[in-house]
Every structure is written in C-alpha cells, then in structure tokens.
C-alpha cells in the first residue's frame, strides 16, 4: 500500500508518521508513504503555489498548475481510469489508484470510505490549504474530495494524517490482531461471517464480539476493584454468554447515547431490538 501525500508543509508529517501502528507498518514494508513539497513545482523564484480568487473574496487559494505538475510527475493514472459511475462519492475505482483532495467541502470520511481505500494498491492525498483549492483540481483530477468533519481546519495536513492512519489499520498484517479492526467502533458487516454456526446452522455468540456498526462495548481491566469502583459483575462472572448479552447492550446503549444516527443502518438482530424497547427506543 503506497500513499503520496502533497503538501505545502512536508515537515509536518515526520511526527504523526513516525509513531505507532503507521511506523510499524511502514518498518515492515507493509506501507510506503512518501510526501512531496508542493512548492518543488512552482517556477517563479517566490516558489509561489498561491493566488487570489476571480471575483474577488478573503484569502488565498491554491494554484492548479503546480497541483497538475505533481500528479504528472507521479505519473499517477488518468482521472477516467481511475473513476467508474458508482454510489460512493462521485464515483469507485476502475483502477488500484484514487486521487483525494482533502477539503471542508468534501463528503464525510467514515470507516467504510476507509476500508475500501485500504482495498487500493495506491492513495494519493492532495493537502489543501488557505481558502481552497482551485476547483479545477477537484473537477479534472482528484477522483473524490473528502472532510474528516463538519469543522474547518488550517489546512489538510491533518486529515491526511488521519486518513492515512484510519486506511493503514486496514492493510492485512499492520495489526497485531487483525480481529480487532473487525470489532471497533463503526466496524459494519464483518461480525455475522466471523461467527462460527451451531449443529442447528446458528451463529454461535461470541462474547469478545460487538460491533456490527455499533459503538463499541465498554472496557475494564484489573484491578476489578479500584478505589470502590467496581468493574461490573457480567464480565468478571466467567458466563460468556451473559458477557456478551452485556456487552452487546452496553454498546447499544452507548450508541443510541452519543450516536443515535449509527442504529438505522446497524445490523440489529431480533434480541437487539428486544435490548432497545428496554431502553425506550424503538427503529
């Protein structure tokens, strides 16, 4: 898995990627990131990658000729390989490349969006910064434009730091235990083909299992007595079946808390649906 990050700030990037699950994933060769100072294609002797907006307005934005010139230096693919018609974005991949411009403007960066980056031999991410970008780079050559909130930034660095965390978790073998992407937070349509079936043809339940696009579960460790705060007595009870009946629970009562939009389109069985009457929710 390759990422090419253009930036205006390529120093930026020598901490966020030096640390954790991205450096020892770039360590052991299972991702490549390179960064490219985007100034290096600016010809005027200011290296100036900036100008003022026709028609006027505050601030700054971007030049398109130096954000062209990167790409064809990276001989990245032609736009209209990379793009066929699909319901992500403004389109799916043809080709094992995407061309992605970070911007406020952008859809929502999510899990799933990850997950099928991490799918890709190849993610180049465009750094915007000042007011925009040309919109020239978003209509001729980034094949998607992506925000990581509803919330306004300095500029891109950021988010492609956060994009490329969110992607490398994904990439086979950078986790430890590879289970653990499967059953996180918002990790949708995994859990039910993981689970093994009983003699009748029934998912047997899995206790350390949660998920399904659901928060995830709370979490306790020793000492299961700490200052009088007890870890709940489910999970220290040794029943898995009764750990997971918590935990499966806890997690919709988490979610329907602090992300109530997550429930709609989870995987919710009979028995989840039984949990959120309980708590006074119903689909």
């Not at 966020?16 to 770039?26: E, F, N, S």
């Not at 995830?216 to 700490?226: K, L, M």
């Amino acid at each position: 898995m390759k990422f090419d990050i253009i930036t205006i700030f390529p120093d930026f990037f020598r901490g966020p990627l030096d640390y954790g699950i991205v450096r020892r994933a770039r360590e052991s060769g299972l991702v490549e990131v390179r960064v490219h100072d985007l100034r290096g294609f600016a010809h005027d002797r200011h290296r100036t990658v900036d100008d003022r907006p026709f028609g006027g307005g505050e601030g700054m934005v971007l030049k398109p000729e130096p954000v062209f010139e990167c790409l064809e230096a990276l001989q990245v693919s032609p736009r209209e390989q990379r793009i066929r018609q699909g319901p992500e974005s403004r389109g799916t991949q043809a080709c094992k490349e995407s061309v992605v411009l970070l911007s406020a403007q952008g859809m929502l960066f999510h899990q799933r969006l990850a997950a099928g980056l991490a799918q890709l031999e190849r993610v180049v991410l465009i750094c915007g910064r000042y007011e925009g970008v040309d919109e020239r780079v978003s209509e001729f050559l980034a094949d998607r434009e992506i925000s990581v909130g509803d919330y306004v930034v300095s500029g891109g660095e950021l988010p492609a730091a956060i994009v490329v965390d969110a992607v490398t978790r994904l990439v086979p073998g950078a986790l430890g235990n590879e289970a653990s992407a499967r059953t996180e937070s918002f990790a949708a349509g995994e859990v039910k083909f993981r689970l093994p079936l009983d003699a009748e043809g029934k998912r047997i339940p899995d206790s350390t299992i949660s998920a399904g696009g659901l928060l995830d579960y709370p979490h306790y460790t020793r000492p299961a007595d700490f200052r009088g705060m007890k870890a709940p007595e489910p999970l220290v009870s040794g029943n898995h079946e009764e750990i997971r009946r918590w935990r499966r629970r806890k997690a919709l009562e988490k979610t329907l808390r602090n992300r109530p939009d997550l429930l709609k389109p989870a995987e919710l069985s009979a028995e989840d649906r039984e949990m959120l009457e309980a708590l006074g929710f119903r689909l």
